[in-house]
């Protein structure tokens, strides 16, 4: 019994038991006996060393995803067909800052097939600059614009897309951009590259 309490003492004293283990309720906890409340906090550190070793699985495996995606790019890149990339340009665009809208100055970026990336936007005049997200997605027919990385990756509130046949992108196409209440405009894209045959 002593060496149990002494065990409890220890953990509570290295910070290491900060809260109750498996959601015990505080009232059920001082029902308890020593040794079941050790066997609580062991069971508790098995669930928590499986929640740590799931996380580093994931965090590898997003990792993987991200290699294979980068090395799909340069693939595209040393290899790239008409179609595999494309050329964007913001013009006219408005930014809300506090409650006025700025003018900004034209805004270009060139992208590969499953690449994104940020791209500044900066007033005429003088104010905070901003910042948009931009991906060409893998299909090759379709631009996604965010609000921000995360809004990119998961497609939601703060995005906009502008999807496209591939002669639409060889003639280029554009649409009215309004993200998130604070952005609007006028974007207008492309593919860009050598045309070595037409659909």
Same mark, same amino acid.
């Given at each position: 019994m002593r060496t149990i309490y002494l065990l409890l003492s220890g953990l509570m004293l290295s910070g290491c038991l900060s809260? @109750?283990? @498996?959601?015990?309720?505080? $009232?059920?906890?001082?029902? @308890?006996? $020593?040794? #079941? *409340? !050790?066997? /609580?906090? *062991?069971q508790q550190s098995v669930i928590d060393q499986k929640r740590y070793e799931s996380s580093l699985k994931a965090d590898e495996q997003e990792r993987q995803a991200e290699l294979a995606r980068l /090395?799909? %790019? $340069?693939?595209?890149?040393?290899?790239a067909d008409y179609g595999d990339r494309i050329y964007c340009i913001f013009d006219p665009v408005r930014l809300k #800052?506090? *409650?006025?809208?700025?003018? %900004?100055?034209?805004?270009?970026? $060139?992208?590969?097939r499953g690449e994104f990336q940020e791209v500044e936007l900066f007033p005429y005049v003088s104010g905070y600059t901003d910042s948009l997200w931009l991906e060409f997605d893998q299909a090759g027919n379709r631009v996604w614009i965010c609000r921000s990385q995360s809004a990119l990756n998961g497609r939601h509130y703060g995005c906009d897309a502008l999807v496209g046949t591939f002669s639409d992108f060889s003639r280029g196409t554009g *649409?009215? !951009?309004?993200i998130d209440d604070r952005i609007n405009g006028e974007l207008r894209c492309s593919y860009t590259g050598r045309e070595k045959y037409r659909r």
């Open positions: 809260s @109750l283990p @498996l959601n015990i309720s505080e $009232e059920d906890w001082a029902l @308890l006996s $020593e040794e #079941q *409340k !050790l066997e /609580a906090y *062991k /090395a799909q %790019i $340069e693939h595209i890149r040393q290899r #800052q506090g *409650k006025r809208w700025n003018e %900004i100055r034209p805004t270009a970026a $060139e992208l590969f *649409k009215t !951009l309004r």
